[in-house]
C-alpha cells in the first residue's frame, strides 16, 4: 500500500518546490508500523482512537496548534524525534518528487506534473513480482484531478515523450481523512522531512529538528527534482 501527501509550494515563504511523496507499506506490516504510532498516541493522549485530537500531522506539531498546542518547545521536538524514528526503522520504501515551481514554465499544471512524476517514481519502487494501490489524504484539494489523471497513466503511460506505462499501481487512487490513518500521517511526517531539507524552514525549532535529521538515514528509495538547470 503507497500511503502519500503533498506540499504545496510557497514562493512568498522561499519555498520553491511543491512536493509529492509518500510511503510504500507491505500489506503484512501495517499493523506493526500502526503499533508504534498507537503506542505514541496513548502516551500523549491517553487514546489511540483516530480522531482530529489525536493525529500526527507536522505542520500542527512544528506551529503548536491543534492538539500540540499546549506543549512546549522541547515536548514537541520530542514527539517529532520519536515519528522520525518510527518513519526510519520502518521496513517500507520511501518516494518523494519536488517540483520546482519558480523554474516551472507551465505553472497551472504544477500539480499534475508532480503527481505523474511521484506515480513513476513509485512505479520504478516497485519490484517485478509487487504491486500496490495508493491512498492519498483526503484533504487535498488536488484529488478528484489525481483520480482522472491516474486513469489516463494507466491506459496511456505518463504524459510525456519520455513517459513511462503505470503496471504495478493498479486499481484507482483511494483517499481518506488524514486522522482516519496512521499510515496517512506517517506519509505526512515523511514529506516533512523531506521538505526540511530543502531548507525553506527557519527558526530555533527548524534549526533543532535539523540537529535530530542528522541522527536517522531517510534516504528515498526512489526521487525526482525537476526541473533541473
Known amino acids: 500500500m503507497t500511503y502519500f501527501d503533498e506540499v504545496k509550494a510557497q514562493p512568498t ?4 518546490y511543491y512536493f509529492v511523496g509518500g510511503i510504500c507499506v507491505p500489506m503484512d506490516k501495517i499493523i506493526e508500523i500502526e503499533g508504534h504510532l498507537n503506542k505514541l498516541a496513548i502516551e500523549l493522549f491517553k487514546t ?3 480522531t482530529p485530537d ?3 500531522h507536522a505542520r500542527l506539531i512544528h506551529f503548536k496548534k491543534g492538539p500540540f498546542g499546549n506543549m512546549d518547545f522541547p515536548a514537541r521536538l520530542a514527539v517529532l524525534r520519536r515519528l522520525t524514528e518510527i518513519l526510519a526503522e520502518a521496513p517500507v520504501k520511501r518516494v518523494y518528487v519536488a517540483i520546482d515551481y519558480e523554474k516551472l ?4 499544471k504544477v500539480a499534475e506534473i508532480a503527481f505523474a512524476h511521484f506515480c513513476e517514481r513509485v512505479e520504478l519502487a516497485m519490484e517485478k513480482d509487487e504491486r500496490t494501490i495508493l491512498i492519498g489524504d483526503l484533504d487535498n484539494q488536488e484529488f478528484k484531478n489525481m483520480i482522472a489523471d491516474f486513469a489516463k497513466y494507466r491506459t496511456n503511460g505518463t504524459p510525456w515523450d519520455w513517459g513511462i506505462k503505470i503496471t504495478s499501481i493498479v486499481d484507482s487512487v483511494h483517499f481518506a481523512r488524514s ?3 496512521r499510515m496517512i500521517q506517517l506519509a505526512d511526517i515523511y514529506l516533512y522531512t523531506v521538505s526540511h531539507r530543502y531548507g525553506s524552514r527557519k527558526g530555533g525549532f527548524a534549526d533543532a529538528y535539523s ?3 542528522k541522527d536517522f538515514n531517510l534516504f528515498p528509495t526512489r526521487y525526482k527534482v525537476w526541473p533541473r538547470d
Open 54 to 56: 489525536t493525529c500526527f
Open 179 to 181: 486522522h482516519h490513518s
Open 13 to 16: 515563504q522561499a519555498q520553491n
Open 211 to 213: 540537529g535530530v535529521l
Open 105 to 108: 514554465k507551465a505553472k497551472h
Open 48 to 50: 489511540a482512537d483516530l
